[in-house]
């Protein structure tokens, strides 16, 4: 089972899916997929760890999640503009490589036994972009959430910390 959390920058989606995850599983899991870019930033992931506390299995994976051991468990996976941003880099700023790659992630989450809670951003609802590579990353953040939504059972768009549910199939 797929849920996708969405919404723009703090507006509570990496807080929604944690709480989520914990009414479904004592132990839980978090994946960040964010590289780690200077000491400042190693010190924001710490703090994020000890925050969610002892209960959560912590994984740091900046490619390939579904590698990791997930399956039959609640994972909250945040989030996807870290995880495009790592595959863009990878695949020097090729929009399609780095779409496949990450819908071959998505798609090999999706086969395992298991709820995937994914945390992206909406980030083409704000200012353009002023570099042309910063407007083919909205462009391909657009289509990978677009993706993502679709395959979703549920989607979640959080506004201001008010969780809206957009889609939710019904079992």
Same mark, same amino acid.
């Given at each position: 089972?797929?849920?996708?959390?969405?919404?723009?920058? &703090? @507006?509570?989606?990496?807080?929604?899916?944690?709480?989520?995850?914990?009414?479904? @599983?004592?132990?839980?899991?978090?994946?960040?997929?964010?590289?780690?870019?200077?000491?400042?930033?190693?010190? &924001?992931?710490? &703090?994020? $760890?000890?925050?969610?506390?002892?209960?959560?299995?912590?994984?740091?994976?900046?490619?390939?999640? @579904?590698?990791?051991?997930?399956?039959?468990?609640?994972?909250?996976?945040?989030?996807?503009?870290?995880?495009?941003?790592?595959?863009?880099?990878?695949?020097?700023?090729?929009?399609?490589?780095?779409?496949?790659?990450?819908?071959?992630?998505?798609?090999?989450?999706?086969?395992?036994?298991?709820?995937?809670?994914?945390?992206?951003?909406?980030?083409?609802?704000?200012?353009?972009?002023?570099?042309?590579?910063?407007?083919?990353?909205?462009?391909?953040?657009?289509?990978?959430?677009?993706?993502?939504?679709?395959?979703?059972?549920?989607?979640?768009?959080?506004? @201001?910390?008010?969780?809206?549910?957009? $889609?939710?199939?019904?079992?």
């Amino acid at each position: 089972m797929i849920t996708l959390v969405t919404g723009g920058a &703090r @507006s509570g989606k990496s807080r929604y899916a944690q709480e989520q995850a914990l009414t479904e @599983s004592q132990q839980p899991v978090y994946v960040a997929t964010a590289k780690v870019w200077d000491e400042d930033f190693a010190q &924001r992931i710490q &703090r994020h $760890k000890t925050e969610r506390g002892s209960q959560w299995t912590n994984y740091e994976e900046e490619l390939y999640v @579904s590698k990791l051991p997930l399956g039959g468990r609640t994972v909250v996976v945040d989030c996807v503009t870290l995880w495009l941003t790592n595959f863009f880099t990878l695949h020097d700023y090729d929009a399609d490589k780095t779409l496949a790659a990450l819908q071959a992630e998505i798609d090999a989450l999706q086969q395992q036994q298991g709820h995937f809670l994914i945390v992206t951003n909406e980030i083409g609802m704000g200012v353009h972009a002023e570099t042309a590579v910063g407007r083919k990353f909205t462009d391909l953040q657009g289509w990978a959430n677009q993706y993502i939504a679709r395959i979703a059972d549920t989607v979640v768009l959080m506004i @201001s910390g008010i969780p809206v549910v957009i $889609k939710k199939q019904e079992k």
